[in-house]
């Protein structure tokens, strides 16, 4: 049926690693996104993508890169994962001006 | 940066009460949407309204959107215990600079439908 597949539901790192998070769509929405989502705070934005190879920094980049080579697939980079990065983490995808389709989301925790 | 916010906080009723919540924000908009979160997942799409639009309805929902006040509504009717969940209102500002769809949400409503 969908659409927008996070590969990982719960995620373990450990302080300093590198961590990569994968999202994959398969409705050829030309938008990507991803957020986080902390109590309180409500979604925050950290990048999105309007097209192949192009990323757009949201209201939280710090700490964070994306990768998009191909336009189905929208890559979240932790470089140097630190506890304040545990987090849900949503991936959403969507066309110009449309509504958009969530993952199931990757909760992540470093310890 | 968060534009819409959502009043309730937080609602509770009963099976077949109708539930009511309504969204703020600040700036104009190309659209308002509205999304429904379960416990730990994702956000799934419920409907957008366009800025030329005055009321939407999809099955138990109804969605108003009052520009001139910018705010807007969502009513659920005869609510069901798997109703329960955290609403979420998202503008789509407008913008000059800005036009790839990019959401601000609110913080959400908690809404609790007890059988």
């Known amino acids: 049926d969908v659409k927008v597949t996070q590969s990982s539901r719960y995620l373990v790192k450990r302080t300093g690693e590198k961590v990569f998070l994968e999202c994959v769509q398969d409705m050829d929405h030309e938008n990507m996104f991803w957020y986080r989502q902390d109590p309180g705070l409500g979604l925050r934005l950290i990048y999105f993508?309007?097209?192949?190879?192009?990323?757009e920094k949201g209201d939280i980049p710090e700490g964070y890169s994306v990768s998009r080579e191909k336009k189905e697939r929208f890559s979240l980079i932790l470089e140097s994962a630190s506890t304040n990065q545990t987090s849900m983490y949503l991936c959403?995808?969507?066309?110009?001006?449309?509504?958009?389709?969530f993952g199931s989301g990757t909760r992540l925790t470093v310890v | 940066s968060q534009q819409g916010e959502e009043d309730p906080q937080a609602l509770s009723i009963q099976e077949g009460e109708n539930a009511t919540m309504n969204c703020s924000y600040k700036t104009s908009i190309n659209n308002l949407q509205w999304y429904r979160q379960n416990s730990g997942r994702g956000l799934v799409h419920l409907i957008l309204i366009r800025s030329n639009e005055r009321e939407k309805h999809s099955g138990r929902l109804r969605v108003t959107l009052d520009t001139s006040k910018k705010s807007s509504s969502l009513l659920i009717t005869a609510s069901r215990a798997a109703d329960t969940a955290s609403y979420f209102c998202a503008t789509d500002p407008l913008s000059q600079t800005d036009s790839w769809g990019k959401l601000q949400f609110g913080a959400g409503t908690q809404v609790v439908v007890t059988p």
């Open positions: 959403a995808s969507s066309r110009v001006l449309g509504g958009y389709t």
């Open positions: 993508s309007y097209d192949v190879k192009m990323k």
